[in-house]
């Protein structure tokens, strides 16, 4: 069925969207209108399909997070309950919320001025900036299916392969502080988790499998397929854990080299499965598409 979803007094609505895994929640960004200075005030705002499937109701206020920046990418978990918003600058780089139920005592739904849920910050609820030396801060987000593992992106960060070389870091929620932990956070220049040229626009395509300890991530050139190995180390703390980023496979070329080959790309499940599109992938200049299954 036929249904659309367009926003009032704002600019950009749908500019990015996500699904959740039933597809019957829906989040979708934009920025708000304003007489001055209409570049900001990025929102997110959330719909549930009606019960019959005739409608998508508003299921929570918008998110504005109050800080007037623009909202650059969103991605949802499976369930719908979890969402990242990638920011353009500022005191986070991503800001993580989760939607919770409005029940009374006895356990029954709310619904408050039309909205059956509301928001509540996932941990500390957001993402340091992730860049360093001349970072933009411009990127891309994506999350794992119960959205306890998010990657961040800044494909025109500035780093020690060079000048937008991009760069991807990796978070997981600790269950036990409740604070996002970065992932191979005792090496932070990791030279698997930045581009390897200026101007790779590493980032540009970013994906985690399901359990999120596989990412893909490219952008001018080849797709990057990494896997991440936890293992205890010795510390003062006995529940202390390292680890590090791995190669999953060689990375995945479509269309030549240095032919846009991680424009975008998709991990499927587990990530055995990668769809990677390249925008200048052939020839003609007109586009090549491309799935590929990891054998081991």
Same mark, same amino acid.
């Given at each position: 069925?036929?249904?659309?979803? !367009?926003?009032?007094?704002?600019?950009?609505?749908?500019?990015?969207?996500?699904?959740?895994?039933?597809?019957?929640?829906?989040?979708?960004?934009?920025?708000?209108?304003?007489?001055?200075?209409?570049?900001?005030?990025?929102?997110?705002?959330?719909?549930?399909?009606?019960?019959?499937? !005739?409608?998508?109701?508003?299921?929570?206020?918008?998110?504005?997070?109050?800080?007037?920046?623009?909202?650059?990418?969103?991605?949802?978990?499976?369930?719908?309950?979890?969402?990242?918003?990638?920011?353009?600058?500022?005191?986070?780089?991503?800001?993580?919320?989760?939607?919770?139920?409005?029940?009374?005592?006895?356990?029954?739904?709310?619904?408050?001025?039309?909205?059956?849920?509301?928001?509540?910050?996932?941990?500390?609820?957001?993402?340091?900036?992730?860049?360093?030396?001349?970072?933009?801060?411009?990127?891309?987000?994506?999350?794992?299916?119960?959205?306890?593992?998010?990657?961040?992106?800044?494909?025109?960060?500035?780093?020690? !392969?060079?000048?937008?070389?991009?760069?991807?870091?990796?978070?997981?929620?600790?269950?036990?502080?409740?604070?996002?932990?970065?992932?191979?956070?005792?090496?932070? !220049?990791?030279?698997?988790?930045?581009?390897?040229?200026?101007?790779?626009?590493?980032?540009?395509?970013?994906?985690?499998?399901?359990?999120?300890?596989?990412?893909?991530?490219?952008?001018?050139?080849?797709?990057?397929?990494?896997?991440?190995?936890?293992?205890?180390?010795?510390?003062?703390?006995?529940?202390?854990?390292?680890?590090?980023?791995?190669?999953?496979?060689?990375?995945?070329?479509?269309?030549?080299?240095?032919?846009?080959?991680?424009?975008?790309?998709?991990?499927?499940?587990?990530?055995?499965?990668?769809?990677?599109?390249?925008?200048?992938?052939?020839?003609?200049?007109?586009?090549?598409?491309?799935?590929?299954?990891?054998?081991?």
């Amino acid at each position: 069925k036929k249904m659309t979803l !367009s926003g009032e007094d704002v600019l950009m609505f749908g500019k990015k969207m996500t699904l959740s895994g039933d597809g019957t929640r829906i989040g979708v960004i934009g920025n708000l209108m304003k007489l001055v200075d209409s570049d900001g005030d990025g929102f997110l705002r959330v719909y549930d399909l009606s019960e019959d499937g !005739s409608e998508w109701v508003p299921a929570a206020p918008d998110v504005t997070f109050g800080d007037r920046k623009k909202f650059i990418d969103v991605a949802a978990s499976e369930d719908g309950e979890v969402f990242i918003v990638r920011t353009s600058d500022g005191q986070y780089s991503a800001r993580i919320v989760r939607l919770v139920e409005r029940l009374t005592e006895d356990g029954a739904g709310v619904n408050t001025d039309g909205h059956r849920y509301y928001w509540v910050p996932v941990g500390n609820g957001g993402i340091p900036p992730i860049g360093g030396n001349g970072a933009f801060n411009t990127g891309f987000v994506a999350l794992s299916a119960d959205g306890s593992t998010v990657a961040v992106s800044d494909y025109a960060n500035d780093n020690d !392969s060079g000048k937008s070389a991009g760069l991807v870091r990796v978070y997981r929620l600790d269950p036990a502080t409740r604070e996002w932990t970065q992932l191979n956070g005792g090496n932070t !220049s990791s030279p698997l988790l930045r581009g390897n040229h200026p101007f790779d626009q590493f980032g540009w395509c970013l994906s985690l499998s399901r359990d999120g300890n596989r990412l893909a991530a490219g952008g001018i050139g080849p797709v990057r397929v990494l896997d991440w190995k936890p293992e205890e180390v010795a510390g003062e703390d006995e529940h202390e854990k390292c680890g590090a980023w791995v190669r999953a496979s060689a990375d995945v070329v479509v269309g030549g080299a240095n032919k846009n080959g991680g424009h975008h790309c998709s991990l499927v499940g587990r990530g055995d499965l990668l769809a990677v599109g390249a925008i200048n992938g052939n020839l003609q200049g007109t586009g090549l598409s491309r799935v590929f299954e990891l054998r081991t």
